[in-house]
T-cell receptor, first 114, second 112 residues
Framework: SQQGEEDPQALSIQEGENATMNCSYKTSINNLQWYRQNSGRGLVHLILIRSNEREKHSGRLRVTLDTSKKSSSLLITASRAADTASYFCATDAKMEGGSEKLVFGKGTKLTVNP | EAQVTQNPRYLITVTGKKLTVTCSQNMNHEYMSWYRQDPGLGLRQIYYSMNVEVTDKGDVPEGYKVSRKEKRNFPLILESPSPNQTSLYFC???????????FGPGTRLLVL
């Protein structure tokens, strides 16, 4: 897998259902962030979870981080049509050679049908 | 209102005609960055700046220049645009590298 790779690439659900998106990465990280993008617009930050944290909540959002498996999940509960967007994970990754960089995945496109 | 602004929002130009996309933030952020977003390729970093007068290359810097003369501004310069630079461009800023990024609304560029 690539650094910061989301799964699935696309997800279609009915309003009221829960949506789960996953992110896998390869290197050690300082933190992992989730962003949302409505079609063609700027990304909006949702949650930042640090490497020493396991779970974080914000409203209907729940993010988990498993550093042993190098993976994270974003759960949106009781989804609404307005949640339709693309969701990106970004890892603040420790790269070879000691450098650090924020790497974005290619995103999960979520469609919530009314 | 805390925000990152970009101008122009839409631009159609021709090959070789120099252009500048401006980016400004009012949050006193140290770190600023430019990304391009292309279908199937996600967001790729072009250049970033850790602070005033400090800039460095990202993953796809070829064909682009930047400057950071003031903390709030981080313009992206295309000296001789080519069709492969047709893309959606985003400026972003954060207090420090690796922290929450605030994105501008995007600039959609078409190079003919």
């Amino acid at each position: 897998s690539q650094q910061g790779e989301e799964d699935p690439q696309a997800l279609s659900i009915q309003e009221g259902e829960n949506a789960t998106m996953n992110c896998s990465y390869k290197t050690s990280i300082n933190n992992l962030q989730w962003y949302r993008q409505n079609s063609g617009r700027g990304l909006v930050h949702l949650i930042l979870i640090r490497s020493n944290e396991r779970e974080k909540h914000s409203g209907r959002l729940r993010v988990t981080l498993d550093t042993s498996k190098k993976s994270s999940s974003l759960l949106i509960t009781a989804s609404r049509a307005a949640d339709t967007a693309s969701y990106f994970c970004a890892t603040d990754a420790k790269m070879e050679g000691g450098s650090e960089k924020l790497v974005f995945g290619k995103g999960t496109k979520l469609t919530v049908n009314p | 209102e805390a925000q990152v602004t970009q101008n122009p929002r839409y631009l159609i130009t021709v090959t070789g005609k120099k252009l500048t996309v401006t980016c400004s933030q009012n949050m006193n952020h140290e770190y600023m960055s430019w990304y391009r977003q292309d279908p199937g390729l996600g967001l790729r970093q072009i250049y970033y700046s850790m602070n005033v007068e400090v800039t460095d290359k990202g993953d796809v810097p070829e064909g682009y220049k930047v400057s950071r003369k003031e903390k709030r501004n981080f313009p992206l310069i295309l000296e001789s645009p080519s069709p492969n630079q047709t893309s959606l461009y985003f400026c972003a800023s954060s207090f420090f590298r690796g922290e929450t990024q605030y994105f501008g609304p995007g600039t959609r560029l078409l190079v003919l």
